[in-house]
Each structure stands twice: as C-alpha cells, then as structure tokens.
C-alpha cells in the first residue's frame, strides 16, 4: 500500500510539473516583431495559436488528473467497508488484487447506480448488452459492468467488442471445486456461487459501490427498466422490511396479466431474482455466510429472508432467452419462455411509489384479497369474463395449493413453503381477464417450510 500510495503522489507531482513546463513554455515565446502594416494582425495571429495550445494542454492535463484521481479513488475503493475475511474469501488470494477492466467503473456517488451483468461463455450475452445500452439513460449514473467467468474467448470477445461502453472484470478463479461426490453433476452450481461472491465483492468492496442491479447474460430488459429501479431504490433504502426489487413476475404469463396496468408493482416474500437490486449492507449481512451453490434457493430460506418483501411488477421488466444453461433448461419451455416483457415506458420516478411500504400496503392489500367474493375452480372456470370483478380461491395446505396452482397454469412450487410471487401467501393473477387472489384462509399464521 506504501509503494501504491507513493505512486499516487508521483502522479500529483507530474501533474503540478506539467503546468510549471507549460508556463514556461508561454512566459519563453519570443515576442513578434512586426511593422507598423502588419503587427495587428500578427498579434491576433499570436493570441489565438496560444489559445489554441492552451486549450490542447488543458485537455492534456484533464486526462492527467482524471487518471490519477481514478487510481488514487482504486486505492480508497479497496479499504472501502472492508470486513476483513469476507474481502480475503472475495478475492482469492492467488489471484490479482484488482480485476482486469476494459474501461474503469464511475467512483460511487449517491447518484451512481451500477448495473452487474453475470456472464460466462454465452457470446449470446449482446443481446443482454444491446438492450442494457440502447435504454440506458446516463452512462454516468448506470455503468454497466460484465463480470464473466469460465474464460470463454468468443464471449470475452464480444464483451471487449463494446469498448469503453462497458467494463469487462474477469473472475481470476476458473479451478474445479471439490464437492461431494452426490454433488458432482453440480459442479455448475458451485462456480456460480463462487463466481457470484466475487464478482459482488468487486461492486462493493473494491468499488465501494452502495446498491447494485445485478443481471445474468441471458436476459433481455423493458424499455423502463431503469426507471423501474430508479423509483425503487428510495423506497428499498427507506423500508426495513424490504431487501430486494425484482425485474421478475414468475407468473408474468401474457394471458396472467393486466396489459393495460403495466404501473402496478406488489410486495412479496419470495425472492424473484432475474434483474434485481438490493443494498451494499445487505451484502454486508449476507457475505460472511455465501452459500457454496444455489444461491438463491439459499436466498429464499428464512434464515435469509427474515420475513422481509421484494418489490416485483406486474408486467415483468425482464425476459430469459437462455434455455441453455446449468439446469438444463428446467421451467424453460413450460413457463419461462412465455414470460411477456413489459414495453410500454412507464414514469415510475414521477409515480407515489409509498402505497408499498409494509403498513399502509398490507393494509389496502389484505382488505382488497378479503372482500372478494370466494369461488371454486368450477366457479371461476364457468363464469370466466361474464362475472366481473375479483374473485378469490381459497387453499388450506400444501397439497390443495399445488393442485389449485397446477390446474391454472400457475408455477406450483415452493421454496421454504413460500409460493412463486406470494405475499403473506397470497398469489395475484389473471384468469381470462379476471383478477384472481389464491390466497390462505384469513388469519394466516405464517409460511410452513415442510412444504416445501
């Protein structure tokens, strides 16, 4: 650090002897000699070829102090909100101490909010990176940051082919990990956990970045997708009971959702994932105790989740194109694929987005489940459209929720007893244009994790 610091203060010192040679060089210009026809025109000749010098070495000089202050920020960045183990177990030890870039990430201000693409060998990951670019209002406030591991030429290619536009970080660690022998068809799992605990450390101990929307390679973004998280964030620092926003309706089926109220975002207690955002002290809790592998099942425990919400939006604000991959394309073909990406652009920042803090929603969103009238499937399969409003179906356990959820079209599924897109066990959705609340009897008393 002595050595890296001393090179910071050379830096300083060839910036301070540039302006001295720089004057020299404007206080040792020959004066013109002219005659009296001439001299005026000399003169002005003088006055604008010195502005012009002037100008070139300013900017010169710009480039100077930009550089020096983007290494003297890479030193500060490096001991930002360290916590010791968790930074050694972030960057492993034979590895460089800083990652490789492209170009260098914007110093964090409360105004920056960086965007992390996970990739690994999809060249495929343009189209993530198109769609991130294309939308993206302010380079400034939204750098983009491929994080790619495995080393796959073609995609590191691709990556580098954005130039400045993004920074590529490589993770230095590409070795086989040692699991159980039952575990060895989960070697990708592992890498991803792995890769995920580094490329995170970067954001927010290296770079000391305080929040992160983090997405994978293989997914595509809503033209509001960074209103969306803009609006969001506010409310995430400003709610204790919530820890993520999430990009993601698990049941975002076109035929599942109101097209027409593409504004409508809900709480809920599972973690979507897929394009979302959360806090630099969120990683502070959760890095001392990164999983291995499946991380976000890992996520979705309650010994994680501590009965916190993520805000997800009716209208999904990403979409997967990646079937290939490490679960082999598992809920790809039968509900992934059919997820309907949201474009129309909303104005989320202009939008009051406090209906969905914890009391004040709850509140409105448990009397509205309530009050609708409660039907069976043979009820709401025989009325469909002729019945207006919203109507809700009933479950008692966990086997007459799978039924309800697999008989409409529904991701049937549970993670530590919490349904897909869930709040407080209810799941909101669209059938044949109906609103639909499958929902707990009233007095609910909690999520049951055997279901699972």
């Given at each position: 650090?002595?050595?890296?610091?001393?090179?910071?203060?050379?830096?300083?010192?060839?910036?301070?002897?540039?302006?001295?040679l720089l004057l020299l060089f404007l206080w040792s210009r020959p004066?013109?000699?002219?005659?009296?026809?001439?001299?005026?025109?000399?003169?002005?000749?003088?006055?604008?070829?010195?502005?012009?010098?002037?100008?070139?070495?300013?900017?010169?000089?710009?480039e100077l102090l930009r550089q020096i202050q983007r290494y003297s920020g890479a030193l500060r960045g490096r001991g930002h909100r360290q916590r010791g183990a968790g930074l050694a177990n972030a960057v492993p030890k034979s590895s460089p101490s800083s990652p490789t870039l492209t170009s260098?990430?914007?110093?964090?201000?409360?105004?920056?909010?960086?965007?992390?693409?996970?990739?690994?060998?999809?060249?495929?990951?343009?189209?993530?990176?198109?769609?991130?670019?294309?939308?993206?209002p302010s380079a400034r406030r939204f750098p983009v940051i491929v994080s790619q591991d495995c080393g796959h030429a073609e995609t590191a290619r691709v990556i580098a082919s954005y130039g400045d536009a993004v920074a590529h970080i490589r993770q230095p660690d590409l070795s086989d990990i040692a699991v159980p022998a039952e575990h060895r068809k989960f070697q990708g799992y592992y890498k991803i956990a792995r890769h995920y605990r580094w490329a995170l450390g970067q954001i927010f101990r290296v770079y000391g970045y305080g929040a992160v929307i983090v997405v994978e390679d293989?997914?595509?973004?809503?033209?509001?997708?960074?209103?969306?998280?803009?609006?969001a964030l506010p409310l995430l620092r400003a709610d204790p009971t919530l820890w993520c926003v999430s990009a993601w309706n698990d049941n975002g089926r076109e035929q599942m959702i109101d097209a027409g109220d593409a504004e409508l975002l809900y709480r809920t207690d599972f973690f979507p994932g897929l394009g979302w955002l959360f806090l630099g002290e969120l990683w502070d809790e959760l890095e001392p105790k990164w999983p291995r592998a499946f991380?976000?099942?890992?996520?979705?425990?309650?010994?994680?989740?501590?009965?916190?919400?993520?805000?997800?939006?009716?209208?999904?604000?990403?979409?997967?194109?990646?079937?290939?991959?490490?679960?082999?394309g598992q809920f790809f073909d039968q509900y992934l694929k059919y997820i309907k990406l949201n474009e129309r652009f909303v104005p989320?920042?202009?939008?009051?987005?406090?209906?969905?803090?914890?009391?004040?929603?709850?509140?409105?969103?448990?009397?509205?489940?309530?009050?609708?009238?409660?039907?069976t499937l043979e009820e709401l399969r025989r009325d469909g459209r002729r019945q207006p409003g919203a109507v809700r179906l009933s479950y008692d356990g966990r086997d007459?929720?799978?039924?309800?959820?697999?008989?409409?079209?529904?991701?049937?599924?549970?993670?530590?007893?919490?349904?897909?897109?869930?709040?407080?066990?209810?799941?909101?959705?669209?059938?044949?244009g109906r609103r639909v609340y499958l929902a707990p009897p009233a007095g609910w008393a909690g999520y049951d994790p055997s279901w699972s």
């Open positions: 650090m002595v050595k890296k610091s001393g090179l910071a203060v050379w830096g300083a010192a060839l910036f301070i002897a540039w302006n001295g004066p013109s000699s002219s005659s009296s026809s001439s001299a005026g025109q000399r003169l002005t000749a003088d006055v604008i070829r010195l502005a012009q010098d002037a100008e070139t070495e300013l900017e010169r000089q710009k260098t990430p914007t110093r964090p201000t409360d105004g920056v909010l960086p965007v992390l693409v996970m990739a690994c060998d999809r060249s495929s990951v343009r189209r993530c990176l198109d769609k991130l670019l294309r939308y993206r293989d997914l595509e973004v809503a033209p509001d997708f960074y209103e969306y998280f803009e609006a991380w976000d099942d890992w996520m979705r425990q309650p010994e994680q989740r501590r009965q916190r919400s993520c805000i997800r939006p009716e209208i999904s604000r990403t979409m997967t194109f990646g079937r290939k991959g490490v679960s082999h989320f920042t202009k939008l009051d987005l406090s209906y969905l803090k914890k009391e004040e929603y709850d509140r409105a969103f448990l009397a509205r489940v309530y009050a609708a009238p409660e039907v007459s929720f799978k039924a309800l959820a697999k008989a409409l079209g529904l991701m049937d599924d549970l993670k530590a007893g919490v349904p897909r897109a869930g709040y407080r066990g209810v799941v909101a959705f669209l059938h044949r």
